[in-house]
């Protein structure tokens, strides 16, 4: 039960930060300023600069990582997550058969007699959970940017505001459905997710998704927009095959189940179906589209 983590968090990132410091001190830049872009406290900053370099079998690898951080850091256009991306990507390489992984199997022996391909296996993309669940992540990512770009969605999101999941192939429950966490939410007039997509952000949307692939199997997408009479008919027109419930409910299996009595009506077969809900006394109508991806 030892991770390699364990040698990130004592040798890797100590390193890092020491290094790290004294080069944007070198660069002219204060110790209140080196904490505000570290992400660390003024006294953590003093103590970098005043330790002498820790020894370890990583120094050259984080030498080279300290001087295209520093330049990164100096760059006004350089965003926090590349930052983070290039600390990551060093730290992941150096896992994959390089020195992190040399020392992680030297301090864990019993590693290196099983011939330990954890990290490979993990990061190589060849765990193909871990692949499929990345793929999620960035089909959901790209369907956002989409919808953030357009200047006409808004128009189409409920009161209780949209939302957007899809799931892995064989996802058995919420947790195995990407969603946005706190819904799709309109300012100043445009659709906007303030949240990235999240594995297990959604409960409702998510259930009304793992639900209806008892019927369509081969959806991996919903997304709720609003109910009104014309976006349904905007949604059959460019190919959803809608089916409508007669009485207006908020449950994700009691809509199932509804639907299940019309499954003739519903189009099994159908590639793109969906589901309208309608409204009631202080209930808005909702569309539920479905499709094998969210994009």
Same mark, same amino acid.
């Given at each position: 039960?030892?991770?390699?983590c364990?040698? +990130? ?5 100590? $390193?890092? !930060? #020491?290094?790290? *410091?004294?080069?944007?001190?070198? @660069?002219?830049?204060? %110790? ?40 990164m850091?100096?760059?006004p256009?350089?965003k ?21 992984c ?15 391909q ?17 793929? +999620? ?5 790209? $369907?956002? !940017? #989409?919808?953030? *770009?357009?200047?006409?969605?808004? @128009?189409?999101?409920? %009161? ?94 009691r ?41």
């Open positions: 039960m030892r991770p390699p364990e040698i +990130v968090q004592r040798e890797f990132l100590p $390193a890092v !930060r #020491t290094q790290l *410091a004294k080069a944007l001190k070198k @660069r002219g830049l204060s %110790q209140m300023e080196i904490s505000s872009r570290l992400g660390v406290t003024q006294a953590a900053v003093s103590k970098y600069l005043n330790q002498t370099d820790p020894t370890t079998e990583l120094s050259n690898e984080v030498s080279e990582l300290v001087q295209r951080l520093t330049d850091i100096q760059n256009e350089t926090a997550d590349a930052v983070v991306k290039e600390l990551c990507s060093s730290c992941m390489y150096s896992r994959l058969g390089s020195t992190l040399k020392m992680h199997q030297s301090a864990v022996h019993s590693l290196k007699t099983a011939n330990c954890i990290c490979s296996q993990l990061l190589g993309r060849t765990d193909d959970a871990l692949v499929e669940r990345a793929c +999620v992540i960035s089909d959901m990512q790209d $369907a956002l !940017r #989409t919808i953030e *770009a357009s200047t006409s969605f808004e @128009r189409i999101v409920p %009161q209780v505001r949209a939302n957007l999941v899809t799931c892995t192939q064989n996802a058995s429950g919420t947790g195995d459905v990407a969603g946005v966490p706190g819904r799709i939410a309109i300012i100043g007039g445009r659709a906007v997710a303030l949240i990235g997509p999240q594995f297990g952000a959604s409960r409702h949307t998510a259930e009304m998704l793992v639900n209806a692939r008892s019927m369509w199997p081969g959806v991996r997408a919903c997304i709720c927009v609003s109910g009104r009479a014309d976006v349904v008919k905007a949604a059959i027109k460019i190919g959803f095959q809608v089916t409508g419930i007669a009485d207006s409910e908020s449950d994700a299996a809509i199932l189940a509804s639907l299940r009595r019309l499954r003739k009506r519903a189009g099994r077969t159908s590639e793109f179906p969906g589901i309208h809900v309608p409204g009631g006394f202080g209930i808005e109508p909702i569309l539920y589209l479905f499709g094998p991806t969210a994009r």
